[in-house]
């Protein structure tokens, strides 16, 4: 079955980096997102990876999947107070199945 | 337009009534997904429309919901009767086609009164 498990808060000081797991059931997903939703906003693409990497690199945010672990991870490095937000793992199963979210992680950075 | 758009942004209805939410996908996208998100409760699935295909509903909590997509474009979802536990934020997504990046829209915020 499908399931996406996230931990739900994580607090970290400005300029640290911040580590989101993300763990996935579904071994034939192709792709693998993470989308931020800022407080009383909708949900905003922030990096995506496919199946077939190991690692994205984008600016501050660093993405690792280990497949043998169904395990994704968002990094942010030098976390700043504009990235409190809650961050949602999703998975797109194989096939025409409708993509998986997680219950996202609740990031809260302080100043 | 160049985002998902959805109406109403708010909306609140007396316990009882039926609602209409309202969305507008990106043109040209087929793949479109419902989703509900009630306070401090992570994204729960409703209902997933894709081309032609007969959509995927088994994320629909109760017969008092239901959501239609007329051209393969705008959707509609329909809740009827409805209860306090119904109060959320209805957020509507799109995609080009399976498996590409979803967008989505700002929300429909529901209250039941």
């Known amino acids: 079955g499908e399931d996406v498990e996230q931990s739900l808060f994580l607090s970290v000081r400005e300029g640290d980096s911040s580590v989101i797991n993300c763990t996935y059931t579904?071994?034939?997903?192709?792709?693998l997102y993470w989308y931020k939703q800022e407080p009383g906003a909708g949900l905003q693409l922030l990096t995506y990876?496919?199946?077939?990497?190991d690692m994205k690199q984008d600016q501050r945010l660093t993405v690792l999947l280990n497949k043998k672990d169904k395990h994704l991870s968002l990094r942010i490095a030098d976390t700043q107070t504009g990235d409190s937000a809650i961050y949602f793992c999703?998975?797109?199963?194989?096939?025409?199945?409708?993509?998986?979210f997680g219950i996202g992680t609740k990031l809260q950075v302080i100043p | 337009g160049a985002g998902v758009s959805q109406s109403p942004s708010n909306k609140v209805t007396e316990k009882g009534k039926d609602v209409e939410l309202r969305c507008d996908p990106i043109s040209g996208h087929t793949a479109l997904y419902w989703y509900r998100q009630s306070l401090g409760q992570g994204l729960e699935f409703l209902i997933y429309f894709q081309g032609n295909s007969a959509p995927d509903k088994s994320g629909l909590p109760s017969d008092r919901f239901s959501a239609e997509r007329t051209g393969g474009s705008v959707s509609t979802l329909t809740i009827q009767r409805t209860q306090q536990e119904d109060s959320a934020v209805y957020l509507c997504?799109?995609?080009?086609?399976?498996?590409?990046?979803?967008?989505f829209g700002e929300g429909s915020w529901l209250t039941v009164v």
């Open positions: 579904d071994s034939s997903s192709t792709y």
């Open positions: 990876i496919f199946s077939n990497m």
């Open positions: 999703a998975e797109t199963p194989g096939g025409y199945q409708k993509v998986t």
């Open positions: 997504a799109s995609s080009l086609s399976h498996g590409n990046t979803i967008y």
